[in-house]
Nanobody, 123 residues
Framework: QLQLVESGGGLVQPGGSLRLSCAASGFTLDSYAIGWFRQAPGKEREAVSCIGNSPGFTNYADSVKGRFTISRDNAKNTVFLQMNSLKPEDTAVYYC????????????????WGQGTQVTVSS
């Protein structure tokens, strides 16, 4: 009943762009912080970005600063991750989470998770 669904992943060439979406069902996201995480083959899940329940506050991992942008549209109950200048190192399954901690950058700060969407960056 309470779900987060990621979409927008796919196969792109290095330097390309993708826009990921995280849509909520069964509850509203306007009072939650939202985080994007990713997990590459053979690696642990790592934080990519987060956005607080105040629209102006965001945070990014050093590896994606200047390339990725997180935003939210409360009217659509959706959070987006715009990914530009993609690198092969960005290849991973990307997950979104919703939680009460303001813009947490660790996975335990989030209570609800989606099933993930695959992003592959390769020539």
């Amino acid at each position: 009943q309470l779900q987060l669904v990621e979409s927008g992943g796919g196969l792109v060439q290095p330097g390309g762009s993708l826009r990921l979406s995280c849509a909520a069902s069964g509850f509203t996201l306007d009072s939650y912080a939202i985080g994007w995480f990713r997990q590459a083959p053979g690696k642990e899940r790592e934080a990519v970005s987060c956005i607080g329940n105040s629209p102006g506050f965001t945070n990014y991992a050093d590896s994606v600063k200047g390339r990725f942008t997180i935003s939210r549209d409360n009217a659509k109950n959706t959070v987006f991750l715009q990914m530009n200048s993609l690198k092969p190192e960005d290849t991973a399954v990307y997950y979104c989470g919703a939680g009460y901690v303001p813009c947490g950058m660790v996975d335990v700060d989030y209570d609800y998770w989606g099933q993930g969407t695959q992003v592959t960056v390769s020539s």
